[in-house]
Nanobody, 120 residues
């Protein structure tokens, strides 16, 4: 089970940190990722991190602004979002156990989303 939290309303230029806690059968040391889905749009990849945290990947739209990290002792992944823009408004989902070779590949486990709203 994955539980995402930390969403909310923020002004453009502001910051938020999302958390994703893994529990139950979800492996704690596995590839994890963040995706988002804006209203009326398809879900898109945002960021991914390897099981030991040594490798990360980002969508071009968030590079330099978002940082993914993890704390395996807490079975938790994070997404630090800085310099937020109105176009970052979306429901953000965390996922675990990547099924393919690329960061944007499908994942086995998905958490409920957390809404991020960025006002202009």
């Amino acid at each position: 089970q994955l539980q995402a939290s930390g969403g909310g309303l923020v002004q453009a230029g502001g910051s938020l940190r999302l958390s994703c806690a893994a529990s139950g059968r979800t492996p704690s040391s596995t590839n994890m990722g963040w995706f988002r889905q804006a209203s009326g749009k398809e879900r898109e990849f945002v960021a991914g991190i390897s099981g030991n945290g040594g490798s990360t990947g980002y969508a071009d739209s968030v590079k330099g602004r978002f940082t993914i990290s993890r704390d395996n002792a807490k079975s938790t992944a994070y997404l630090q979002m800085n310099s937020l823009k109105p176009e970052d408004t979306a429901v953000y989902y965390c996922a675990a156990v990547r099924l393919g070779a690329t960061w944007s590949s499908p994942y086995q486990y998905w958490g409920r989303g957390t809404l991020v709203t960025v006002s202009s």
